[in-house]
């Protein structure tokens, strides 16, 4: 007989009582992301008690987490051993936790240069809609036995089931870093940004609003003097330089709280997440912009409706994602075509057969 986990009794009795009674749950961590996706249905399913670092190998740059331990106690650890999460997932609140972050699959600033939660994920163990603890992947960084079904996780919203536990990658923090600004348009600032994404420099994580463009460099320390002299601009110092990066991968800077404060006054303001590629020219929206990740990431602060900001998005080889909003109308993902409709129908069929878990929070009907 197999060894469980005495702390996923609880959860697997949950689950099987839910099944028998053809309820449905809301698998919840902190409620840090609860605005994100689909409006939540079903009953709470809290799953923060399932907390703790299961492992730590900081030579072998490897740490399993369970599913509730917060992001800070994992970086915390981290930052102790001069490591890091490289993806810089948002917070968006005190006690956002490992589980949600996965759910969610947001990352920040840097994730154009260094990869997306996805990419650092080695392995996962998960409770399917039958109460079966299911384990993909590893600890190891060459584990690529069957499906990758522990990246397939990240972004799935909790619809596939409950996360328990995550091993991920990580890296050791950058030796030196440096913030540079440059005043210029939003065309100028696409155009330099794909000049410097051909050379070798150490870019890390850039921005661009309100005719300013922003560029982090990170790597070794003589790297990052010969890009800041190849480069030139201004030099923003230490604690100003943090405290932008920060408020951006939290959304708490000036455009967040603003775009945030329209979406509340009823005027039918939505912020927009846009991706395409970063060679894509200006969408000549109306609304305030903010581009990140080399122009790849577009937020976009509008009334435009729905189709307007979707037809736009796929006109530039791209698709747009409803982030902050007063309502849900028109969907929050951009709608999928076949078959990527079907496989996701698929999915959710094979892991979730009774659709127990956080129905409709990726799609309506899914």
Known sequence: MSFVD???????????????????????????????GETPQGE???????????????????VTARCGTTLAELETVLAEKGQCLPFEPPHFGAGATVGGMVAAGLSGPSRATVG??????????????????????????????????????????????????????????????????????QADALQQLNRWGGQPLPINASAWWSDMLVVRLRGAL??????IATLG?????????????????????????????AVKSGSGIALWR??????????ALPGEELLEWGGAQRWLCSAVPAAAVRDAA?????????????????????????????????LKKAFDPAGIFNPGRLYPGL
């Open 6 to 36: 005495p702390a996923l009794i609880p959860l697997i009795e949950r689950i099987h009582a839910a099944r028998n009674a053809g309820a449905q749950l809301d698998i919840r961590g902190s409620g840090s992301k609860g605005f994100y």
């Open 44 to 62: 709470a399913f809290d799953v923060t008690g399932l907390s703790g670092i299961s492992s730590y190998e900081p030579t072998e740059l490897v």
């Open 116 to 185: 997306a939660v996805r990419d650092f994920i080695l392995g996962a163990t998960m409770l399917n809609g039958r109460g079966e603890l299911l384990s993909f992947g590893g600890q190891v960084m060459k584990n690529v036995a069957g499906y990758d079904v522990s990246r397939v996780l990240a972004g799935s919203m909790g619809t596939l089931g409950v996360i328990c536990e995550v091993s991920l990658k990580v890296l050791p923090v950058a030796p030196a870093t440096a913030t540079l600004r440059f005043p210029m348009s």
């Open 222 to 227: 003589a790297a990052v003097n010969a890009a």
């Open 233 to 261: 601009g201004e030099l923003i110092e230490g604690a100003d330089a943090g405290d932008f990066w920060h408020g951006l991968r939290e959304h708490s800077d000036e455009f967040f709280v603003g775009a945030k404060r």
């Open 274 to 283: 846009v991706s395409v590629p970063q060679t894509a020219p200006p969408l």
């Open 314 to 346: 796929a006109r530039a080889g791209g698709h747009a994602t409803l982030f902050y909003s007063a309502g849900k109308v028109g969907g929050v993902f951009a709608p999928l075509q076949s078959p990527l409709d079907r496989i996701h129908r698929e």
